[in-house]
């Protein structure tokens, strides 16, 4: 699923959040996640997937429905959602 | 810490129940309790929880049938944008009660099944005749096209039975099972004897992580027993993590919270620790400023094991068995096995 290496713990922390979608739902969301994130670490010419990157991904490229939940989970396993760059929901 | 919205809320919509489980949380008798919230009160409560932002509103009791206007409460909960489900014994889902709860708009329903055989099933549920009138009540929902899942509690004795009647689950069409651990919380409280031991709930925990490895289709969901996302995480390749497993506990307060007939909000049908009162208070202040939820969300004030543990944002120990032997909502969970070491990540 992954294409490039991501900080373990943030990695950790993402399959945590995640945990409590239904395994459909959940499927669909890791994959655009990972895909978004791993976008924007490289954009930023970064080898790895941080923390800012996750949470950009969160803001601006989830669905505008699914986009408050995912901020929430990422709350809920001690990310700071509010230090990443992004559009507020 | 922050209030995000709960994912879902239960109303316990009466204490009136035809049945007198050994368990029974709600404590939940033959009448309605003297303060029921009346329909208006309930509406307004349901458009409270909309409010919250919560997706889905679980409708139980008691026995959520006993209550005349409850097929005017899931409509209007599908009114204010929730998807209504419900937790029933099933005794009394004739062919019309399942089809009015359909026509309601009622999304699906978790039946309380405690046995595989009769004989435990009634004994438990304190009415014979019970099992036969809850397969009835199956087969009507099947029948009506309404999703269902089929809901054992735990208990020590008969715990072994659970995958029997996941069996039966599968056999029937339930879309998942959701077993629960006895807690003594409520009535569960006067037979604690039912509670299982801590070798009890490691072999079931093996057994529970094979089906759900086993399994494709059928959803597996355990409440009371956090414990089990650690022994995932330890036991399970993470591809089959990602696809397969639900981590549903604890949830109480940070994803979760639950209110009573009379209007008492709890964390957890299971963790009775008063959070606020809705008639006093809207159930949005209450989620979002109620103290016990705020101890609750902050994870890193868990004490003991629990504050030491790698897995405590995930896990956090069952807050609902520490709180009814404690009265802490923070200490740690000595019904806890796994060693120090083993909870490093």
Known sequence: ?89 | MKATAPTLVSFAVTRECNLKCKHCYSQSIDSPHPRELDTAEARRLIGQIAETGARLIILDGGEPLMRSDIFELVRHARSVGLTPVMGSNGTLITPEAAMKLADAGLEAIAISLDGADAETHDAFRGLQGAWEQTLQGIENIRQAGISFQIAPTLRHGCWEQWGAIADKAKEWGAKAVEVFDYIPAGRGEENAEFEMTIEERRVFIREYIARQRAEDEMIYRCVGLPQIWVEVEKTVPEDEVLTKFVRSCCAAGTRYCCVLYDGTVYPCMVLQKKAGDVREQSLVDIWQNSEVFQILRDRNGLEGKCGRCDYRHVCGGARCRVYAKTGSLTAEDDACWFSEEELKR
């Open chain 1, 1 to 89: 699923m992954r294409s490039m290496p991501w900080d373990e713990d943030l990695w950790r922390k993402l399959k945590d959040a995640i945990s409590p979608m239904p395994p459909f739902v959940r499927q669909r969301a890791l994959s655009t996640i990972v895909e978004a994130s791993e976008a924007l670490a490289q954009e930023r010419g970064s080898e790895v997937v941080e923390e800012e990157d996750l949470v950009k991904t969160a803001k601006t490229k989830m669905p505008a429905l699914a986009r408050q939940r995912m901020l929430d989970a990422l709350v809920e396993v001690g990310i700071n959602v509010e230090a990443a760059e992004g559009t507020e929901p």
